[in-house]
T-cell receptor, first 113, second 115 residues
Framework: NAGVTQTPKFQVLKTGQSMTLQCAQD?????MSWYRQDPGMGLRLIHY???????DQGEVPNGYNVSRSTTEDFPLRLLSAAPSQTSVYFC????????????FGPGTRLLVL | AQSVAQPEDQVNVAEGNPLTVKCTYS??????LFWYVQYPNRGLQFLLK??????LVKGSYGFEAEFNKSQTSFHLKKPSALVSDSALYFC?????????????FGGGTRLMVKP
């Protein structure tokens, strides 16, 4: 099992550009989520999904879109990048049923100029 | 609403000494509590969790944590620190009744173990 994979590992964007951060998991987990990590602020939830076709907003959803067409994939879209979106982005999938342990991908480091 | 506080930005300890990383939480119902560790340029790795049962939870790499309901705390401990334990540690909580199983994370505590 590869677990949770994320691409790209690093990306530089100019203000106003759009891009999609990819996330995939091969553990057949129903729940997936996106976080951003900023210094001193821990991880903040952007969007999450409790199953294919179902998504919801987290703590900091503005400027991001998500969709969940399959159980495996949960891409995060930046519609018009802003410098405030410079961060490290982590995707996670959740093992439910007696555990609720989240498994994290290796992260995508995004720099918006 | 659920929240987590990690009151120390950094904890310094000498190798071989016991370590404690503090965490307090707030939930309206029963908590699920987690500790994760992050090494440089890596994702978060699961260490241990409290769901129910024994208040002392044992996890990976010799770490343990004690759930204290009256103090709403879930401090991470290790009897003898290693230099390789140096990393960023995150406490997280989920209210049992929180739909979606999403966690709320603390701000993180950097553990520095010196030889």
């Amino acid at each position: 099992n590869a677990g949770v994979t994320q691409t790209p590992k690093f990306q530089v964007l100019k203000t106003g550009q759009s891009m999609t951060l990819q996330c995939a998991q091969d553990m057949n987990h129903e729940y997936m989520s996106w976080y951003r990590q900023d210094p001193g602020m821990g991880l903040r939830l952007i969007h999450y999904s409790v199953g294919a076709g179902i998504t919801d907003q987290g703590e900091v959803p503005n400027g991001y879109n998500v969709s969940r067409s399959t159980t495996e994939d949960f891409p995060l879209r930046l519609l018009s990048a802003a410098p405030s979106q410079t961060s490290v982005y982590f995707c996670a999938s959740t093992q439910t049923g007696g555990g609720e342990t989240q498994y994290f991908g290796p992260g995508t480091r995004l720099l918006v100029l | 609403a659920q929240s987590v506080a990690q009151p120390e930005d950094q904890v310094n300890v000498a190798e071989g000494n016991p370590l404690t990383v503090k965490c307090t939480y707030s939930v309206s119902g029963n908590p699920y509590l987690f500790w994760y560790v992050q090494y440089p340029n890596r994702g978060l790795q699961f260490l241990l969790k409290y769901i129910t049962g024994d208040n002392l939870v044992k996890g990976s790499y010799g770490f343990e944590a004690e759930f204290n309901k009256s103090q709403t705390s879930f401090h991470l401990k290790k009897p003898s620190a290693l230099v390789s334990d140096s990393a960023l540690y995150f406490c997280a909580v989920r209210d049992y009744n929180n739909a979606g199983n999403m966690l709320t994370f603390g701000g993180g505590t950097r553990l520095m173990v010196k030889p």
